[in-house]
């Protein structure tokens, strides 16, 4: 079926530690991203990718890195976990960057001890 | 700045009963306007995208409407269910294409009881 996969869906890890999000997509979709989800924020844009290879930087990106080897696939790397990143990460998928409906994955709930 | 206020914060309300949910922006220049709707523990799914020449848009039981001059849009829900629980956001693009930005609210969380 087509549709946007995260995983892990759940993800308890210590502060300094690497830790990579991942994210397929079935879509084909141009464009991908990555939002942050916290209490008393709408969610946030940290990173997108307009076509693989192509990525820019969003409202909060310091902290994290992502890559783009692969149209279907946008990994979201946290290189050295902090508690300020413990959150729920949703990533997204569109034909466009704002015109058409983004579709969403289900998220991963990240917390960092 | 560009900023979407949504209000209320949180709406409780019967199964059955017709709830308004409001959504102000400062957004500009302005391109769209959706309303999406988060179940807990998912995803947002969107619900309708508006331009500025569109005032009215409905899915379902989910009828969206716009006043570009007063910035305002309001999502209503007509006959609700249980399966409406959600909490629900309005997003707002300015400019347009490669070039625009979408800002989101914070929601609104409704609450269907039985």
């Known amino acids: 079926d087509a549709g946007i996969t995260q995983s892990p869906r759940y993800k308890i890890t210590e502060t300094g530690r690497q830790v990579t999000l991942m994210c397929h997509q079935t879509w084909s979709h141009s464009y991908m991203f990555w939002y942050r989800q916290d209490l008393g924020h709408g969610l946030r844009l940290i990173y997108y990718?307009?076509?693989?290879?192509?990525?820019d930087k969003g409202e909060v990106p310091d902290g994290y890195v992502v890559s783009r080897s692969k149209t279907e696939n946008f990994p979201l790397t946290l290189e050295s976990a902090t508690r300020s990143q413990t959150s729920v990460y949703f990533c997204?998928?569109?034909?466009?960057?704002?015109?058409?409906?983004?579709?969403f994955g289900d998220g991963t709930r990240l917390s960092i001890l | 700045k560009n900023q979407v206020e949504q209000s209320p914060q949180s709406l409780i309300i019967l199964e059955g009963k017709n709830c308004t949910l409001q959504c102000n922006y400062t957004v500009s220049p302005f391109s769209n306007l959706r309303w999406y709707k988060q179940d807990t523990g998912r995803g947002p799914v969107s619900l309708t995208i508006m331009t500025f020449s569109e005032n009215t848009k409905s899915n379902g039981r989910y009828t969206a409407t716009l006043d570009a001059d007063t910035k305002q849009s309001s999502l209503h829900i007509t006959a609700s269910q249980l399966s409406d629980s959600a909490s629900y956001i309005c997003?707002?693009?300015?400019?347009?294409?490669?070039?625009?930005?979408?800002?989101f609210g914070k929601g609104t969380k409704l609450s269907v009881k039985p």
């Open positions: 997204a998928s569109s034909n466009d960057r704002v015109l058409q409906p983004q579709h």
């Open positions: 997003v707002v693009s300015d400019y347009g294409g490669s070039q625009g930005n979408l800002i």
């Open positions: 990718s307009a076509a693989a290879d192509i990525t």
